[in-house]
């Protein structure tokens, strides 16, 4: 391509020394350019004679610059795979010589012999024409960029192709899709889409190493090459899938073809350099436009159907169909995002206080502070019917950071005022989450000491090493941290003891038939005997009756919550219990 020339830096130089009018020696003009990879020309083309600069010899790997001394013999030693050369560039000029000269700049690769390695040249020059306003000379500027153009090219090899296994990337391979859909659409057929995973790459990275796991991708990626069709397209889509186009493929046909690849990868092991290994693949699949009419659609229909086969068996191939459940599931999950998103951009989420008693006065202890979000009628989400979504979309993190500031802003408001925060799995790491609560612990120092943060056992047990680091943080900041639905996962007291928690609080599946159940007694009171034990603080949730608060006080539990002493409510001065519930009842 053609484009405006630049001035070359030694014809800069040779201006500036002109225009400083001050006596210099004499410029070795040669190893100038030579230094700087570029040499001189002039092109007489009345003549088609071509005069170079002393530099030009050595720039070009030849003996002397004999056989370049014309327009004829230079165009001997272009490459025959360049798209255009100095004479297209002078020659075929759509542009008109006003006085000053037509400026050019173009790129093509030079060989001074059989063979020699390609030089790449940028050719910088200015054409002018004769009395007929047709180019009669030309004169300019070549310097070598072999090692830029080799940079541009791997840079342009990497944007399409995945460097192991020399496949499209994922980009290329969605862009490949986007026209496989196009044309399926365009010409009433369809096509198919696989994502492959590689069962397993995990563990081969654990035992034998990255290496060795490179070395299976690139000899799937092989075996699934050659079993496909000429015209269908491979690609790496992430660390261990690849995606699979099949063009003009019917629902029954990708069946057919999964197979196919199925077998490739598990019929023989793969040698490497560690030995032997054995792998499966595991295959999802959708025809379009059939079952996805968008690209995205494709996409997350082939992931739908990939996770299930994961789910049923590994190693197996299911195809996506339609199920009027899960996009219903879809749809109410797209719902609950805009609820999320809009909720937290229009600062719509808020706080409902639930008292947390002591079980001997029943005296307000604390509240813990629970999420709502007011829809735009002003109507109010429960937290119960957003939170599993939020967490699965990867919300809840942000949920989590807006409570944080509310809560914080509460209690600095109101300095009499002790209130607990949950707090999800997904912010147990985040830093983001981190960086806000010990920032507005700093501005609001008095509020760490009536701050409890609450972790569900799950999170705590899930890895108790994050788990026991997330504690010490917390308690390091003066805060103090409780254990929420305690007993839905079966933590050992071992590992209570060293997580070092302050409080545990009794799922309330356990605690609201304690009245009733023999076992839950048993097992209600057998945690509160251990919490004791190692000086925990016990809360029992869903405490429904005056019958079952009376028997965990008498148990000795610390603390009550539920519907008995009191609802979540906006205002958490409006959560003071009532005084029929104020105290025990007596015999």
């Not at 201006?15 to 350019?33: N, V």
């Not at 598990?266 to 499966?280: H, K, N, W």
């Amino acid at each position: 391509m053609v484009t405006r020339a630049t001035e070359s830096p030694v014809l800069a130089l040779e201006t500036a020394r002109r225009k400083s009018g001050r006596a210099a020696a004499p410029l070795d003009y040669a190893a100038i350019m030579l230094a700087a990879g570029e040499a001189v020309y002039e092109w007489q083309i009345g003549t088609d004679a071509l005069t170079w600069g002393a530099a030009a010899p050595r720039l070009l790997g030849l003996r002397d610059i004999a056989p370049a001394a014309t327009g004829r013999g230079f165009a001997t030693l272009l490459d025959p795979g360049n798209k255009q050369s100095r004479f297209d560039a002078v020659m075929n000029s759509a542009e008109a010589d006003e006085g000053a000269g037509v400026p050019y700049q173009l790129q093509y690769a030079l060989r001074s012999g059989p063979r020699s390695p390609k030089l790449w040249i940028e050719d910088t020059g200015r054409w002018f024409a004769g009395a007929d306003g047709k180019p009669c000379k030309a004169h300019g500027i070549i310097r070598v960029i072999t090692d830029r153009y080799e940079r541009e090219q791997q840079l342009a090899y990497l944007s399409r192709f995945d460097v192991l296994t020399g496949e499209f990337n994922r980009w290329h391979l969605t862009e490949r899709l986007t026209e496989a859909l196009d044309v399926a659409i365009r010409t009433q057929t369809s096509c198919g889409f696989m994502l492959v995973a590689i069962h397993n790459l995990g563990r081969i990275n654990e035992a034998y190493g990255y290496g060795i796991a490179d070395e299976v991708i690139g000899v799937i990626a092989k075996r699934l090459r050659g079993r496909m069709r000429g015209h269908d397209v491979l690609g790496r889509f992430s660390g261990n899938k690849f995606g699979i186009i099949l063009q003009n493929c019917s629902p029954e046909e990708i069946g057919v073809a999964a197979e196919r690849f199925l077998a490739a990868i598990r019929d023989d092991v793969i040698m490497t350099t560690a030995g032997p290994i054995s792998v499966t693949g595991t295959i999802g699949g959708v025809t379009a436009p059939n079952h996805a009419a968008t690209v995205d659609k494709v996409l997350a229909r082939a992931q739908e159907s990939l996770d299930l086969a994961k789910d049923r068996r590994p190693g197996s191939f299911v195809a996506y169909r339609p199920n009027p459940e899960n996009e219903t599931k879809r749809r109410a999950n797209m719902r609950a995002t805009d609820t999320i998103v809009n909720a937290l951009n229009e600062r719509r989420i808020l706080l409902a206080y639930e008292p947390v008693v002591d079980a001997h006065t029943r005296s307000v202890a604390f509240h813990e502070c629970l999420l709502r979000i007011q829809r735009a009628d002003g109507t109010l989400v429960p937290a119960a019917q957003i939170l599993p979504i939020a967490e699965r979309l990867g919300l809840a993190r942000l949920l989590d950071q807006r409570v944080l500031e509310l809560v914080i802003a509460k209690m600095a408001e109101h300095p009499d005022l002790r209130a607990s925060l949950n707090v999800s799995a997904s912010s147990t790491m985040d830093p983001d989450w981190w960086a806000k609560l010990e920032a507005l612990l700093r501005v609001n120092h008095t509020v760490a000491e009536r701050l409890i943060v609450e972790i569900t056992e799950t999170t705590a047990i899930h890895d108790v090493e994050n788990a026991r680091g997330f504690v010490q943080r917390v308690k390091d900041l003066g805060a103090r941290i409780a254990i929420d639905d305690f007993g839905a996962g079966y933590t050992s007291f071992r590992n209570l003891r060293q997580l070092g928690v302050d409080m545990i609080k009794i799922d309330g599946a356990f605690v609201q038939n304690v009245a009733r159940s023999e076992d839950d007694r048993t097992f209600v009171r057998t945690m509160l005997d251990l919490a004791h034990g190692l000086k925990i603080k016990t809360v029992a949730e869903w405490v429904q009756n005056e019958q079952s608060a009376a028997i965990l006080a008498d148990w000795g539990c610390d603390y009550l919550q539920g519907e008995h002493v009191g609802l979540a409510r906006l205002d958490w001065h409006d959560t003071q219990v009532e005084p029929s519930r104020a105290q025990p009842a007596r015999a």
